[in-house]
C-alpha cells in the first residue's frame, strides 16, 4: 500500500524568523501523524527550517534547483548545495515556474535526473490549463508532461519519482477538481506510467493532487484510491490549517 505523502509549497513567503515559529507550532500538532510530511520553503528558509525541524517527524525541501552541478549560472542553486545541507525533496517543474521563468519539460527532466543523482527526491509537477481543460485534452497533456519529464530514467527511478498532479486552473484560485475528475486524472497518468514501465512501478509511484487544497476537502481527495496526498499552496501557510490537512485520517 502506498504511503500518503503531504507537502506545503510556501512559494515566495516567510523570512526564516517566521519559517522558526510555523515549524515550533506544527511540531507538537503533527507528531503522532503516520504520513510523511514536507515543507518546501524558500532557498532562504533552508537552513533555519532544517535546523528547527531536526529530530522531528518534518521533512525539508527546496522549491527548485539548476540541473547543472557548478557552472556560471548567477542566482542559480546547484542539487549538490541542496543535498549539503540535508535537504531531502525538491520541488521540480511547477506551473509557476513553467509560465513565468519559461521552463521546459527539456529542462524539467534534467532537473530529474540531477535530483537522482544527487539523491534528491523529486516532486514533479504536472497539470493543464482551463483552456486546455475546456478543449478536452486534459488526459493527452498531463500524460505527455509526465512522460516527457520521466525520460530516460530507470524503472527503480521512476518508482521513487512523486508526481504533483496540479490543474493549473485550480492554483490559488479556490476552484478545486472534484475527488473525481482529480482521481481519474491520476488514474491516467499511473495508467501511463504502467503503460512504459509496468503495472509494479505504476502501482508504486506516488502521485499527489494540487490545488486550492484545504482542509475541508482534503479527506474526500485523499481517501481516493489513485491519489497519494497532496501539494499544498496557501493552506500551508498557516500551521493549524495545514496540520488538519496532515492530519485528514485522525
Not at 168 to 177: F, H, P, S
Request: charged content about 25%; proline content about 4%; hydrophobic content about 35%.
Amino acid at each position: 500500500m502506498r504511503k500518503k505523502i503531504i507537502a506545503g509549497n510556501w512559494k515566495m513567503n516567510k523570512l526564516p524568523n517566521e519559517a522558526i515559529d510555523f515549524i515550533d507550532k506544527l511540531i507538537p500538532l503533527v507528531k503522532n501523524t503516520e504520513n510523511e510530511l514536507v515543507l518546501c520553503v524558500p532557498y532562504t528558509d533552508l537552513f533555519y527550517s532544517l535546523l528547527t525541524a531536526q529530530k522531528t517527524n518534518i521533512k525539508i525541501g527546496a522549491q527548485n534547483m539548476h540541473f547543472e552541478e557548478k557552472g556560471a549560472y548567477t542566482g542559480e542553486v546547484a542539487p549538490s548545495m541542496l543535498k549539503s545541507i540535508g535537504v531531502e525533496y525538491v520541488i521540480i517543474g511547477h506551473s509557476e515556474r513553467r509560465q513565468y521563468f519559461n521552463e521546459t519539460d527539456e529542462s524539467v527532466n534534467k532537473k530529474v535526473k540531477a535530483a537522482f543523482l544527487n539523491s534528491l527526491k523529486p516532486i514533479v509537477c504536472v497539470g493543464e490549463t482551463l483552456e486546455q481543460r475546456e478543449k478536452g485534452k486534459t488526459e493527452e497533456i498531463i500524460t505527455t508532461q509526465t512522460t516527457l519529464a520521466l525520460e530516460g530514467l530507470t524503472p527503480e527511478q521512476v518508482k521513487n519519482v512523486i508526481i504533483a498532479y496540479e490543474p493549473i486552473w485550480a492554483i490559488g484560485t479556490g476552484k478545486t477538481a472534484t475527488s473525481e475528475d482529480a482521481n481519474n486524472s491520476i488514474k491516467a497518468i499511473r495508467d501511463k506510467i504502467c503503460q512504459i514501465y509496468g503495472q509494479n512501478v505504476s502501482e508504486s509511484v506516488i502521485i499527489q493532487y494540487g490545488g486550492s487544497v484545504k482542509s475541508t476537502n482534503c479527506k474526500e481527495l485523499f481517501t481516493m484510491p489513485d491519489i497519494d496526498g497532496g501539494l499544498v499552496g496557501g493552506a500551508s501557510l498557516d500551521p493549524e490549517e495545514f496540520a488538519k490537512i496532515v492530519n485528514y485520517d485522525k
